[in-house]
């Protein structure tokens, strides 16, 4: 099997240590370069060669920039001033869904090939490789040298490659679908953790296995969403007692999940447009 391409990574945060991991489990990583020593200290105890310094970037095949969405186009200036000859010979990639190539233009102009490449999957910290297991990942190459590259790339992470061409909205909606999928479900999961804590029961006994069957449920559903409880029942009465037991700092958080809810349970013909006016009007919505 040929080798792999030679990976640097920059930006040592949730993304960029897990790929910096799953690289170099795959012998391919060069260097991940960061700023900070906590950084430095993490990629000492997993034997990553971290760099902190420009002049110290041995030249790599493809260069990853794990920043902040708002630190990309930033960063590419920085890489193409940095004095790397070699980059006009790589292909420099962000991994930012909501975003198209763009803000690796100074990149692009020095010659880089540049490329998008977005894996669907949510990523905290410790850096958990196993989570590109499976993934999808979209990719938006400017090249056919960029895309075939990615696409090995991504396939010896066990990931799976879709090339799209998306416009600026699609891609918008695209992200926004990840964050739904991932950071807005945590959101949900902490608020039933509150209510239970409130209640006196044990979060982690009682929440797991509700939570791994609405997951289930809904992914094994077939026509019919899966919905139950108070809402697609119209049970007035008890939502009335939820709300009134509601801690005051909770009662925004739970207002704003139910009117969702109504929102999926009307569009799903399972509330009606009399029923909906009635939960709004217990939630003090006009
Ligand atoms: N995390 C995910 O689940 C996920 C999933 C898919 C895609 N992504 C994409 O991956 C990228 C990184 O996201 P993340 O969640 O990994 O971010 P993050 O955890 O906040 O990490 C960002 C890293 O970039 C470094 N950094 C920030 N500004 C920098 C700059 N100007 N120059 C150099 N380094 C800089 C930070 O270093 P310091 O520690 O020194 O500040 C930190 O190591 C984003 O484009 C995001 O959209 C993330």
Known sequence: MDALPACGVIGPGRLGRTLALALHERGCLRWLKGRSPGSAEWARRHGIPYVLEWQQLEPVEVVWLTVPDRALA????????????????????????????????????????????????????????????CCPWSIEARTPKAARVLAELVRALEGIPVFVQRSP???????????????????????????????????????????????????????????????VRADW???????????????????????????????????SEAQQRELHSLLGVV
């Open 237 to 271: 009465e008890t939502l009335r007692r939820h709300w009134e037991a509601l801690p005051e700092p909770l009662r925004a958080p739970y207002r704003h999940a139910l009117l969702l809810l109504a929102e999926v349970a009307r569009s799903e013909g399972l509330l």
């Open 74 to 133: 930033e960063l590419a200036g920085e890489c193409a001033r940095a004095g790397m000859p070699w980059i006009a010979r790589s292909v420099v990639v962000h991994c930012a869904g909501a975003f198209g190539v763009e803000p690796l233009n100074a990149c692009a102009e020095v010659g880089a090939e540049t490329a998008v490449a977005h894996p669907f999957q949510t990523f905290p910290l410790p850096a958990q490789p196993q989570r590109l297991h």
């Open 169 to 231: 909205q699609q891609r918008a909606l695209y992200h926004a679908a990840a964050v739904a999928a991932s950071n807005l479900l945590v959101a949900v999961l902490k608020l039933a953790e509150e209510l239970a804590r409130g209640s006196g029961i044990p979060p982690t006994l009682f929440l797991e296995p509700i939570v791994r069957a609405s997951v289930e449920n809904y992914f094994a559903a077939v026509g019919a969403i899966p919905l139950t409880g108070p809402v």
